[in-house]
């Protein structure tokens, strides 16, 4: 049977890879996809936000399981056309996807289904925003664009100024175009951060092994805010006990509320965690594998991801009653470009990609790359998503660095700090 992957990051070519080694599938297409996944599948020169053309190509090439990537075609409504036209597809309704697409819609949802959280307060306009900074006792807020910012449009402030500066920049200078057009601010969380990722049927939920991403674009967790500089998996502080309270008091109540508010949940239920001293409450909720996040999870999936994906399509998810994991650790540093997650230059030749892939259980996944000739390039701010097993956490890491070390272009930057926090306990 064939597979079409959606989209052109780490997590796509990390979908392609995983899809690839499933016994029933015969070819995994990807588009429009990259230097990567032309190696483990095959490019089509299709957007990912041209519905219409992806609808005909799956229809043309009778295409058995459509997996779509990225947030926006999802938040688009393009499971919406492929349900339309008969095609099996993996992923949320237009409906459902708002759970990422608007902040303000999450926050709601969760305040009805009784899901901590932190506090909230939502605004329209950029004066009234700041008169409310100006007249908290508090000096620390998060301040969120309401609308999909490609990672970038949470700011954690530190004083008033900074959140003033982050409000101006959404709502006045439109950093974010029409993302920034609502706002909200939140109370900080304080805790260690932890990514669940589910599966979900509708019913049914499925939760796959935990990870930590590293948002923060430099080491210490300093720095801009960026799409995500690397993870590792699994994180040690999401214990049994955690997983059960996230099932039972997040998951469990987010996929029943969205059931009766008419938009039934299907696809990946990505909840971002922190583990505060008053146990977990939510960050955030994405409506698709996250990215560096699905490269070590999928890593150490054992489970045919093929069969689990259309299972969770056709809502026979219960069938499955556990996943099979490799016991070993993966962690995955994302090799970005000079200048990200600010304006950066294309067009740079990498180097040393065959020396990293000789190592032992290393992959490379390929995020922001392009082939020009006899040439692998850079095309994006996260260019490569260096991924590796171990022992343990420590092992992983020492081997994914150890393959960053074969890669080399000129402005090539990566955190060397990845999956250091997983020697630091949550509160309790």
């Known amino acids: 049977m064939k597979v079409l992957v959606v989209g052109q990051g780490g997590r796509e070519h990390a979908l392609v890879w995983k899809l690839s080694q499933s016994p029933a599938v015969s070819e995994v297409f990807c588009a429009p ?33 459509t997996v779509v990537g990225p947030e926006v075609p999802l938040v688009a409504g393009i499971v919406d056309a492929f349900q339309v036209a008969k095609l ?10 708002q759970l990422e697409g608007s902040k303000v819609f999450a926050k709601e949802l969760m305040r009805q289904a009784n899901v901590p959280t932190a506090d909230y307060w939502v605004f329209h306009d950029s004066h009234e925003a700041v008169e409310f900074i100006n007249g908290r006792e508090a000096n620390s807020f998060v301040i969120k664009a309401d609308g999909l910012a490609a ?6 402030c530190k004083t008033k100024g900074e959140a003033i500066h982050a409000i101006r920049e959404a709502m006045v200078d439109r ?3 029409e993302a920034g057009r609502e706002l909200l601010i939140e109370e900080v969380l304080v805790g260690q951060e932890v990514s669940i990722l589910a599966l979900v049927d509708g019913r049914t939920i499925l939760t796959l092994e935990a990870s930590q991403d590293h948002k923060a674009a430099h080491d210490g967790d300093t720095g801009p805010n960026t799409g995500g500089m690397g993870a590792y998996s699994p994180a040690p502080f999401a214990t049994s006990e955690v997983m059960d309270e996230v099932i039972q008091k997040i998951l469990i109540p987010t996929v029943h509320t969205m059931r009766k508010r008419g938009t039934e949940f299907t696809g990946v239920l990505y909840a971002g965690i922190m583990l505060t001293a008053q146990g977990p409450k939510v960050l955030e909720f994405n409506v698709r594998f996250g990215d560096p996040e699905a490269q070590p999870v999928l890593m150490r999936m054992k489970t045919d991801l093929f069969e689990l994906l259309s299972s969770a399509a056709d809502g026979r998810l219960s069938e499955f009653a556990d996943l099979e994991w490799d016991d070993r650790a993966a962690v995955c540093v994302v090799m970005a470009s000079e200048g990200y997650p600010g304006p ?20 490379v996944f390929h995020a922001g790359t392009v082939q020009h000739g006899d040439q692998v390039v850079t095309d994006g701010g996260r ?46």
């Open 33 to 65: 996809g990259n230097a990567g996944t032309a190696i483990d599948g095959t490019n089509v020169d299709i957007s990912a936000d041209d519905v219409d053309r992806l609808v005909k190509f799956a229809q043309s090439e009778e295409i058995a399981l």
């Open 88 to 97: 099996r597809v993996f992923g949320p309704s237009k409906a459902a996807a």
């Open 151 to 156: 990672g970038k449009g949470v700011t954690v």
């Open 175 to 177: 950093a974010f175009g």
């Open 344 to 363: 950066y230059e294309k067009g740079r030749p990498i180097r040393g990609l065959d020396d990293a892939a000789k190592l032992p259980d290393t992959k």
């Open 383 to 428: 260019v490569l998503g260096v991924t590796a097993l171990g022992s343990d956490i420590t092992a992983a890491k020492k081997r994914a660095y150890e393959a960053v070390k074969c890669i080399r272009w000129d402005g090539a930057w990566c955190r060397k700090d990845i999956s250091d926090k997983a020697r630091i306990m949550p509160p309790t």
